[in-house]
């Protein structure tokens, strides 16, 4: 099993829907999670940190569940612009060390 | 620009070269690290520094690749012998971190740009 899980993807929607993208992670002594948006050919860019009591920045909202160790991003209104890849990330100390753990990503596409 | 720095950006080289790739950090992270990646994969780690300590390094990490951060500023990635394997995406990041009552906080990893290495 994979230490951070993201849906495949990848996601085709039309403007103005909502899609949900969703995350697992293996190491339940994590202790940071954060959402990135990357296009194509460039760097990972940070889109929001996720915090315990979840959090809101426009039209994005990012959900934390400790208990089942699952991440969520919601967009919702989408834009052309908002096609990317979105990767999810967590960060935490385990027995190997520190570890940084970014998921494969899951693709957007959304189309007018 | 005060961002993560990397160069060479774009390298082609034959297989058995060495080559090696340069990141400039965010001037007051401690924190510097190299990830690889691959077309359709999420970035994967490699190595990182606190300062000028290498703290931990993947098993993805073959005996060809060595990384140096010698001042706790700058950080090089080399790769020996390079392979047509080798070829990806490697990315340079850097973070400050604070621990709080031995907890991480505002570990927000930046990356740079990304340098390219093709291996023909």
């Known amino acids: 099993r994979k230490e951070v899980e993201q849906d495949p993807g990848p996601f085709n929607v039309p403007e103005g829907a909502t899609v949900a993208f969703n995350c697992t992670y293996s190491?339940?002594?994590?202790?940071?999670f954060f959402w990135y948006r990357q296009d194509c050919r460039k760097e990972p860019k940070l889109l929001m940190s996720?915090?315990?009591s979840g959090n809101e920045d426009g039209r994005f909202t990012a959900q934390l569940n400790r208990a089942s160790q699952y991440i969520s991003l919601l967009i919702r209104d989408s834009k052309l612009s908002d096609s990317a890849t979105y990767l999810c990330?967590?960060?935490?100390?385990?027995?190997?060390?520190?570890?940084?753990?970014f998921g494969a990503g899951t693709r957007l596409f959304v189309k007018a | 620009d005060t961002g993560v720095s990397q160069n060479p950006r774009h390298k082609i080289t034959k297989r058995g070269q060495n080559v090696t790739f340069r990141c400039d950090p965010i001037?007051?992270?401690?924190?510097l690290y190299w990830y690889r990646q691959t077309l359709g994969q999420g970035p994967e780690f490699l190595t990182y520094?606190?300062?000028?300590?290498?703290?931990?390094k993947s098993r993805l990490l073959s005996d060809r690749f060595s990384a140096e951060r010698p001042k706790g500023s700058f950080s090089t990635l080399e790769i020996q012998r390079t392979e047509q394997g080798d070829s990806a995406m490697y990315l340079c990041?850097?973070?400050?971190?604070?621990?709080?009552?031995?907890?991480?906080?505002?570990?927000?990893?930046?990356f740079g740009e990304g340098s390219w290495l093709t291996v023909v």
């Open positions: 520094f606190q300062n000028e300590a290498q703290l931990e």
């Open positions: 001037s007051e992270h401690n924190r």
């Open positions: 190491n339940s002594a994590s202790q940071s």
């Open positions: 990330v967590v960060n935490g100390r385990n027995t190997g060390g520190f570890k940084t753990i």
């Open positions: 996720v915090y315990s």
């Open positions: 990041a850097s973070s400050l971190e604070v621990q709080i009552w031995g907890s991480i906080s505002g570990n927000t990893i930046y």
